[in-house]
């Protein structure tokens, strides 16, 4: 299996180098495809990402997966969804994700994510706990979420009343980016990553993975601190949500915060665990 990673990013000196390593270090029996769209940096980014391309073809990284194979374009673009644009235009895998070029992934993220899809080809769409990191890239805090219903989801109740899905945890097969509106995407200045998981809940169904795959990290001067003008753009593309929608979404997030994990994974039935000797799907079909 090939999973396609992309990174978008400008400027992007102090944090790429841990972006990069996190991707390129996952072990397991997989191929990566990793695609980095620079905006034209005006730091050493490019530079950085030059000598791990040097690195990679000369053998000097040391490869713990099956191939990676290692792209990168750099020109100027319109901001972070017109290159994430770019890149989904490039990808050929089989599993996709992209992580931006200041978070980065845990150990044997990639191994977790292709051994469930693997192993439950009606998995289409998966995410793990919702893990952040501080400057330094501790991880301050981890959460498993109660749910991710696509009524919630399409009507923008995750993110606002309940925990957003986290980009840098979530994985997809690359059939849902073939749906797409990619013109639509890059036109998107803030909340891009919302219209994807609008788009995919459209089609399938998002599992939630009782691991932790990567995670959000809080610095200052980031694009997710301009909070007002991403929830304008978030709610123009959600559909309406009703009072009922709103009294059930406070219930779920009394669960989500208040009960242990294992009734969240009795009751959700759109959760994957690892019961110590393989990752259990409960679904309505078993």
């Known amino acids: 299996m090939r999973i396609s990673v992309i990174t978008p990013c400008f400027n992007s000196e102090k944090y790429i180098e841990e972006t990069i390593e996190s991707v390129l270090s996952q072990r397991g029996d997989f191929e990566i495809e990793y695609i980095i769209i ?6 050493s980014t490019l530079d950085i990402v030059r000598k791990y391309k040097d690195w990679i073809e000369s053998g000097k990284v040391s490869i713990k997966c099956n ?5 990168y374009v750099s020109e100027e673009d319109e901001g972070l969804y017109d290159a994430l644009a770019k890149g989904f235009r490039l990808v050929t895998g089989e599993v ?26 009606d998995v289409e769409w998966l995410t793990g706990m919702i893990t952040s990191y501080n400057e330094r890239g501790q991880i301050i805090d981890c959460l498993l979420p109660f749910k ?9 109740i995750c993110g606002t009343i309940l925990p957003f899905i986290q980009q840098e945890s979530t994985f997809w097969k690359r ?17 891009g990553d919302f219209y994807l998981w609008y788009a995919f809940s459209k089609n399938t169904d998002l599992y939630i993975i009782y691991s932790c795959l ?7 001067g980031q694009l997710s601190k301009q909070r007002d003008k991403y929830f304008n753009e978030f709610l123009s593309i959600a559909e ?35 019961d110590r000797s393989q990752w259990i799907k409960r679904s309505r079909d078993f």
């Open 38 to 43: 620079d905006g034209r940096s005006k730091d």
């Open 240 to 274: 309406k949500k009703s009072v009922t929608d709103v009294m059930l979404a406070y219930i779920y997030k009394v669960v989500t915060y208040l009960t242990p994990n294992v009734v969240k994974r009795i009751l959700n039935k759109k959760i994957i665990y690892y």
């Open 175 to 191: 059939k849902l980016v073939n749906d797409l509106d990619l013109n639509l995407l890059k036109k998107h200045k803030f909340a």
């Open 96 to 121: 996709v994700a992209y992580i931006n070029s200041d978070d980065f992934y845990l150990p044997n993220a990639f191994s977790t994510v292709t051994e469930i899809f693997g192993r439950y080809p």
């Open 148 to 156: 991710f219903d696509r009524a919630s989801i399409q009507k923008g």
């Open 67 to 71: 191939k990676v194979s290692f792209t």
């Open 214 to 220: 990567g995670g959000f990290r809080y610095r200052p």
